[in-house]
């Protein structure tokens, strides 16, 4: 595939309405139709069609198929791909699954590798066993959800095999600072564009959500930043640029594998 010189991002910013899908499909909707102007990739928060649910099962068949097929028919209204995370039940089996669809209705998954034992997900959920790397216009993307932000070793840009970096995530206001500073440091790091969407608002456990999503640079720059509340923010990312940085300052040659 030729690759697009810039590749226009917009990182949705969204409240979730507690185990709603329908509800939360309909708003979406309704956010997205502010969008202007061309796109390439939407990226949608964590679990964006319930919240960080441990009770996956209230979700049902009928609803995980309508919530693939809305991504469907959004990528095709929009001409971009769209992504994030939902609940997913496969072979008797739930996961928090990274769904990325494109504008010719095709997709691929991550499953979130490191689930959130705090919360207990790990007793609910089954954790990938794979990273995945997602072609799209010939950029390579990185996908990721939330508790991989801290493992380092999840993102490592051995030889610069990925030009972006992307966690969806619900993060909570409590570890704000953790989110804010571990996205930076995954950024300079990996030499890498990084984006990473966050959710807003107080889900069904009475957590908060402060938002804080953010667009940076590969030198961990911020180049697009959201508030506390509702936004979606965009940003073109320029290869040209991420190339010549890393052509300057060659550290990704220099990462070693251990173990």
């Known amino acids: ?39 390439d990739v939407i990226v949608l928060p964590e679990m964006f069609s319930t919240g960080f649910t441990m009770n996956p099962s209230l979700v049902t068949p009928d609803e995980q198929e309508i919530t693939l097929l809305w991504m469907k028919n959004m990528a095709a209204d929009f001409s971009s791909a769209i992504c994030g995370s939902i609940v997913f039940y496969e072979k008797e089996k739930y996961y928090n699954r990274f769904i990325w669809v494109d ?35 010939g950029w390579r993307i990185l996908p ?13 840009n051995v030889l610069g095999h990925y030009d972006v970096l992307l966690y969806v995530a ?9 989110w804010d500073h571990l996205l930076i440091a995954r950024a300079i790091e990996n030499q890498s564009y990084t984006i990473g969407v966050n959710r807003v608002g107080i889900d069904g456990n009475n957590h908060e959500y402060g938002g804080g999503s953010v667009i940076l640079s590969y030198d961990g720059t911020p180049l697009s930043t959201a508030g506390k509340e509702e936004q979606i923010i965009t940003y073109s990312l320029r290869f040209d ?10 550290f990704l040659n220099d990462i070693k594998v251990f173990g």
């Open 1 to 39: 595939m030729t690759k697009v010189a810039e590749l226009r991002v917009a990182a949705v910013q969204s409240n979730i309405i507690w185990q709603n899908v329908d509800g939360n499909l309909a708003h979406l909707s309704n956010l997205l139709s502010s969008l202007s102007g061309s796109t």
């Open 103 to 137: 504008e010719n209705g095709n997709y691929t998954f991550y499953d979130k590798q490191h689930l959130f034992s705090f919360a207990s997900e790990h007793l609910h959920y089954t954790p990938g066993n794979k990273k995945i790397v997602i072609h799209y216009k």
């Open 144 to 156: 990721q959800i939330c508790y991989d932000l801290r493992f380092s070793e999840s993102s490592m």
């Open 170 to 178: 619900n993060f909570p206001s409590a570890r704000q600072y953790a």
């Open 241 to 250: 640029h991420q190339m010549a940085f890393r052509t300057q300052f060659p």
